[in-house]
């Protein structure tokens, strides 16, 4: 196997561990049950696992902005991107939740630098809307008095749509609460 096949193996069987049992509880000893291959191959990579625990969350979110970018490419139409992000987002939420939600409190400070990834995260996802918003601007599709503000709300309710994986039995509705969410982003609740 070459080298960047190893080491993607290696990023992917580590987040699979990672979601499962959390940093603290995870060893280098699991991903290599995992992977089927000795420790040597992950430090061939890695220094350690914060390392590797790093690499994993820059790689799904490289992974999750490549695959918005793919999926943003097949229309013209800002409406139909701006359900499409809010799809994507709402099924990668899903798949990384036990990645990112790490206490800050219970962090070490080896690991203290999810922060700093979280908020590069959060810069390129308001890129994404704000890019979105200001095409379907553009176009005369969207009217907002000001792009930044709808921006930074829609960012926040995408955050807050993040808490039933924080808080159980938060919402029991999840899938429901999105598309109501993605309908009043874009349509409003006012009749016409």
């Given at each position: 196997?070459?080298?960047?096949?190893?080491?993607?193996?290696?990023?992917?069987?580590?987040?699979?561990?990672?979601?499962?049992?959390?940093?603290?509880?995870?060893?280098?000893?699991?991903?290599?049950?995992?992977?089927?291959?000795?420790?040597?191959?992950?430090?061939?990579?890695?220094?350690?696992?914060?390392?590797?625990?790093?690499?994993?969350?820059?790689?799904?979110?490289?992974?999750?902005k490549n695959e918005v970018i793919k999926k943003l490419n097949t229309t013209v139409d800002p409406i139909t991107k701006l359900r499409i992000y809010f799809e994507l987002r709402m099924k990668k939420t899903k798949e990384l939740v036990n990645l990112f939600m790490i206490k800050t409190n219970e962090m070490t400070p080896q690991v203290a630098?999810?922060?700093?990834?979280?908020?590069?995260?959060?810069?390129?996802?308001?890129?994404?809307?704000?890019?979105?918003?200001?095409?379907?601007?553009?176009?005369?599709?969207?009217?907002?008095?000001?792009?930044?503000?709808?921006?930074?709300?829609?960012?926040?309710?995408?955050?807050?749509?993040?808490?039933?994986?924080?808080?159980?039995?938060?919402?029991?509705?999840?899938?429901?609460?999105?598309?109501?969410?993605?309908?009043?982003?874009?349509?409003?609740?006012?009749?016409?």
């Amino acid at each position: 196997m070459n080298k960047n096949k190893t080491k993607n193996l290696i990023l992917k069987k580590a987040a699979e561990v990672f979601a499962a049992k959390g940093i603290d509880k995870t060893t280098i000893e699991d991903i290599t049950k995992k992977i089927g291959k000795a420790k040597s191959s992950i430090y061939y990579y890695f220094n350690d696992k914060e390392e590797l625990f790093k690499e994993v969350l820059e790689n799904e979110i490289e992974n999750f902005k490549n695959e918005v970018i793919k999926k943003l490419n097949t229309t013209v139409d800002p409406i139909t991107k701006l359900r499409i992000y809010f799809e994507l987002r709402m099924k990668k939420t899903k798949e990384l939740v036990n990645l990112f939600m790490i206490k800050t409190n219970e962090m070490t400070p080896q690991v203290a630098f999810v922060n700093e990834i979280r908020k590069k995260y959060d810069e390129e996802e308001i890129n994404i809307i704000k890019g979105i918003l200001e095409e379907g601007d553009r176009r005369n599709i969207f009217y907002f008095p000001n792009i930044e503000n709808a921006t930074l709300v829609i960012a926040t309710a995408l955050k807050i749509s993040e808490l039933p994986f924080i808080i159980p039995d938060y919402i029991s509705n999840y899938d429901e609460m999105m598309d109501s969410l993605i309908d009043m982003v874009l349509y409003g609740i006012v009749k016409r």
